[in-house]
């Protein structure tokens, strides 16, 4: 189940992205039409983002973080 669900719609081109944390570890989801990838990130994720411009942000407990 996701931890985290956040879309930009129209505006991000329809992208849209999520974080899904297991018991050791966590995952960023990030799919755009042309687009689709997972990416391992740190443990405790709170949350993910995507800008209008399709930067995708996420933070744990470390702090926050940029794709890129």
């Known amino acids: 189940m996701p931890t985290s669900v956040a879309t930009n719609g129209y505006t991000a081109g329809a992208a849209l ?4 944390c297991g018991s050791t570890s966590c995952q960023m989801r990030f799919e755009w039409p042309a687009i689709s990838a997972t990416f391992s990130i ?3 994720a709170l949350g993910a983002a995507v800008t209008s411009y399709g930067t995708v942000f996420w933070g744990d407990d470390l702090g926050i973080h940029r794709l890129y």
């Open 42 to 44: 740190g443990t405790n």
């Open 17 to 20: 992205t999520w974080t899904q």
